[in-house]
């Protein structure tokens, strides 16, 4: 491997695991409004969102050790290998979407706004005093 190929691995490594943390906050935070979860799995959504990005860290330090020993680069698939932990936790969220706790019930309750709506229009159609102004009063 070259350097310049060590250095592209690293960048992507750093921007892949940007995404991955992303999408590991939104999505167990989505898993969250609004939900009670036991223990265990709160401390699993919580320490993903480090497992997971961490992952490209531990990656990026095993290829530059490998580049430092001279070692021959095995494949480009280990620049993959976060996605098979981002593919786990992915997994671990379905299950606790599907088998976790439901949302509260007054979450559950559709809010009916066709009243708010009337009254607001009734309220914008006033007639609203005139400003008068300078070419008015000629």
Do not use: E, K
Request: aromatic letters at 14%.
């Amino acid at each position: 491997m070259t350097l310049w190929a060590l250095l592209g691995g690293l960048l992507g490594q750093g921007m892949l695991g940007y995404f991955l943390f992303m999408v590991v906050v939104f999505w167990s935070c989505g898993l969250g409004n609004g939900r009670g979860f036991p223990v265990w799995q709160a401390w699993l959504l919580n320490i993903s969102m480090l497992v997971v990005p961490g992952s490209c860290a531990g990656v990026a330090m095993w290829l530059v050790l490998r580049y430092a020993r001279g070692l021959p680069v095995l494949a480009w698939w280990q620049h993959a290998l976060p996605l098979g932990f981002l593919g786990v936790y992915m997994l671990f969220a379905h299950y606790v979407a599907r088998h976790g706790p439901r949302p509260r019930r007054w979450q559950r309750q559709r809010i009916s706004l066709a009243g708010h709506f009337d009254s607001l229009c009734a309220a914008t159609s006033l007639q609203y005093p005139r400003h008068s102004s300078a070419t008015d009063r000629a």
